[in-house]
């Protein structure tokens, strides 16, 4: 109705409606249609498809890159990645970064230059290694992450990792069990730079912090079980009378472990730590040590695996980039059932 009114009042109310009809098959005001751009743009952005890094999809080829495989933890991410990937047809290489991030970048210069068609990584730094993986990005080659996290999102394409908060409650818990909520104890914090050196740490103090337990020390043993041993043999020496050893892993809490054994104390000394290896699983078993909370890593890594592949195939892993799995504690009660980072029912 507003049209013909329009029309009807004069000859130039006429002519700018048949204009902006001509223009914009519309009566409402030109300015109207300036303002719907942005949201229009907008919509349109939003609903453009992700972008796919598939540049060498046909190549077959997976880079896994660790830190060292002196830590059996990663000896199982390299077997899992290698099975895994050649189960669906790829071939596999895998390399270690040694915790150097220098080395990390090194390694994925390699990866890209070679072609790989995707990257699964456990890598050397949750902010050193950004830049080494938006190089594999920028190059159209999708990073898969296992194990840690880095501290930017949308770089890599999936960040599986253990729910090591989870993981590390549980075995804090079974520690206040086992002390009663009482006596000193000492920390030994992992690689500093490592996301889950705080998380883990930060889950442990969530749970003691609200006893009566109280910490007399708290050093870095980089993850390493001779540094562990050599740090717990310095701390019994200067508190003897401790009761518990909390350990960001089980590599340190195994060099724990010895040095209580050695140092023959008149009491017990509980240990705990965050993994599930087998050497953790028989110092349980022999009970030179109390709990741990298992990372489920081999699994962790065939995810991985199967989810590059998918990946490649379709332009999507259909999950979220970052994923968590839930650790299993570990104490002596079930630690038969455990065997090489798997846990069977």
């Known amino acids: 109705m507003k049209f013909y009114k329009k029309m009807m009042a004069g000859f130039m109310a006429a002519a700018m409606v048949v204009a902006m009809a001509g223009c914009g098959n519309s009566a409402e005001p030109a300015a109207d249609d300036a303002a719907d751009e942005p949201a229009t743009e907008a919509a349109t952005e939003a609903a453009a498809p992700e972008e796919v890094l598939n540049a060498n999809a046909d190549n077959k080829l997976i880079y896994c890159i660790t830190p060292s495989t002196s830590n059996p933890y990663f000896g199982v991410v390299q077997t899992a990645t290698q099975e895994e990937g050649e189960k669906l047809g790829y071939t596999v290489k895998c390399v270690s970064h040694d915790d150097d991030a220098t080395k990390q970048s090194e390694?994925?210069?390699?990866a890209i230059s070679e072609g790989a068609s995707a990257i699964v990584c456990d890598?050397?730094?949750?902010?050193a290694s950004i830049e080494a993986i938006q190089k594999a990005r920028d190059a159209g080659i999708p990073t898969f992450l296992v194990?840690?996290?880095i501290n930017q999102e949308g770089v890599a394409v999936a960040q599986i990792v253990a729910n090591n908060s989870q993981g590390a409650t549980a075995a804090a818990q079974a520690l206040v069990e086992a002390t009663g909520g009482e006596g000193q104890y000492a920390e030994l914090l992992g690689l500093?730079?490592?996301?889950?050196?705080?998380v883990r740490s930060d889950a442990f103090h969530a749970v003691i912090d609200q006893t009566n337990m109280e910490m007399v020390a708290q050093q870095s043993a980089n993850w390493d079980q001779t540094e562990g041993q050599q740090k717990a043999e310095t701390i019994l020496q200067q508190y003897p009378d401790i009761v518990a050893i909390v350990c960001g892993n089980d590599t340190m809490a195994c060099g724990a472990a010895a040095a209580v054994e050695s140092a023959n104390l008149d009491h017990p000394v509980y240990i705990?730590?965050?993994d599930g290896s087998n050497d953790m699983r028989d110092n349980i078993?022999?009970?030179k040590c109390l709990a741990t909370g298992l990372?489920?890593?081999?699994l962790i890594t065939r995810n991985a695996v199967n989810q590059a592949d998918t990946y490649l195939t379709t332009g999507s892993t259909g999950m979220d980039e970052k994923q968590l799995v839930d650790c299993v504690l570990i104490t002596k009660e079930n630690a038969d059932k455990l065997d090489n980072f798997v846990y069977s029912e």
């Open 285 to 287: 078993k022999a009970d």
């Open 147 to 149: 194990d840690r996290e």
């Open 272 to 274: 705990i730590g965050v």
């Open 192 to 198: 500093e730079s490592d996301t889950n050196c705080q």
């Open 295 to 298: 990372q489920q890593i081999d």
């Open 123 to 127: 890598n050397a730094g949750a902010d």
């Open 107 to 110: 390694l994925f210069d390699t």
